[in-house]
């Protein structure tokens, strides 16, 4: 039966009535309050058709307000100066004064530091958002100027000082100042729920690249060292009986050609993950077959090629492992085995993986003289090596417990314990 997947429908207005809606909604209510109370427009002393002509010149502005907010502002307190001086009242014209307002906290909200609303701008975050700050200060202040002008110029024209200074009209005063300051808030908070989601999707971008790079530091490392340290010492051990020993010697580079492929073959396998970019194939890059577990023989045969045997104890009931700890197991185990080769001055080490019921227990341990050894546990002394940091970051990406350092008895141990989920019973059909 083929799936079907059901989506709400998503209300979406034309463009054309995004744009001129608000500035038909606002000539509508001008020729409302134009047409009551005492002004210009009142009663029997302008027609209505002029009348309803100039409400809707002076809304038209409103169109434009997104593309160009400064401009549009200017002009709706340029209409509102005008009106008043013509002999409007103030109550004749407040739409006008409230649509400055939303127009103040649109600008607050998207002003960039070239003072446009578009969301466009050069310059650094830092100044960018201290020019856009203060570009909406400076609305919210002529705004504010303007509208008290218009305001205290209408009630001083009705009743000079004693009208201005009237409590209930100082009160009005108030409270148109208050409007603008409430345009202003509402502004600067949608700007800085952006700007926090802008800084928190960069923050998260940055950590998710770190990630990836010490990922690839670690596979890459992993990889790489073990075979490399048997090379060398092949490589060394070759060439001390190339003249005594040829047949020897032979066997010696042939072991060296197989772990160069095998290491090629991974670097291969490796950079051919890398390389996906299509995102069918992003989405699989987990299920791309890395070491595990099962390679461990395959670990003890190249390092007992190089002159250090494994002796390997497997305790508890053995099953699958998530990828995740299968691969984080047979790298520790990797590392450290590498480790014992180039730094223990031993012929010898112990291996043991216990299966626990909510863990996976992995510990490695020698009894060389931990020589050449750095304050790591398995670096070099000039501090050149990352293995027991790789080991304690991958142990940490899942939770787990890691420690390493030397044994009273003698030589170094490593010990990793790995939390495993817990295992779903399955019904009795499946069984």
Known sequence: MPETTSRLPVLSLPSPLLRWGPAAGLSLVLYATASSGTGPGAGEGVPGGALA??????????????????????????????????????????????AADLLVGYLTA??????????????????????????????????????????QADLFRDGGWNRVFAPGFLALSTLLALLVLCAWLAGMWARQRREYGE????????????????????????????????????????????????????????????????TLHGLRNMLDVLRRTEPETVESMAETPFAGLADLDRLIATT????????????????????AVDQSAFRIVQESVTNVVRHAGTRHCRVMIDYRHDELRVEIADDGDGGNTGADGGAPADGSGYGITGMRERVALLGGRFSAGSRPEGGFRVAARLPLPAEVPLPAEAR
Do not use: C, K, N
């Open 53 to 98: 002509g100039v409400a809707v010149a002076m809304a038209l502005p409103l169109g434009w307000a997104r593309r160009w907010p400064w401009p549009v502002l200017a002009a709706l307190l340029a209409e509102s100066a005008a009106a008043v001086a013509l002999g409007a009242r103030a109550e004749q014209i407040w739409p006008l004064f409230l």
């Open 304 to 323: 007992a090629s190089a002159g250090v045997r494994v002796a390997v104890r497997w305790r508890g009931e053995r099953r699958p492992l998530p990828t």
């Open 199 to 262: 800084a928190l999707r960069a923050r998260t971008a940055a950590e998710a690249v770190t990630a990836e790079r010490l990922r690839i530091a670690r596979e890459l490392h992993d990889m790489v060292a073990h075979s490399i340290g048997v090379i060398a010492i092949q490589a060394g051990a070759g060439s001390r009986v190339l003249d005594s020993r040829p047949e020897q010697a032979r066997a010696t580079l042939d072991a060296i050609e197989t772990t160069s492929r095998e």
């Open 110 to 151: 998207t002003a960039t530091a070239t003072g446009t609303g578009t969301g466009t701008g050069t310059g650094t975050g830092a100044s960018r958002g201290m020019g856009s700050r203060r570009a909406g200060t400076v609305a919210a202040a002529v705004t504010t100027a303007v509208q008290e002008t218009a305001l």
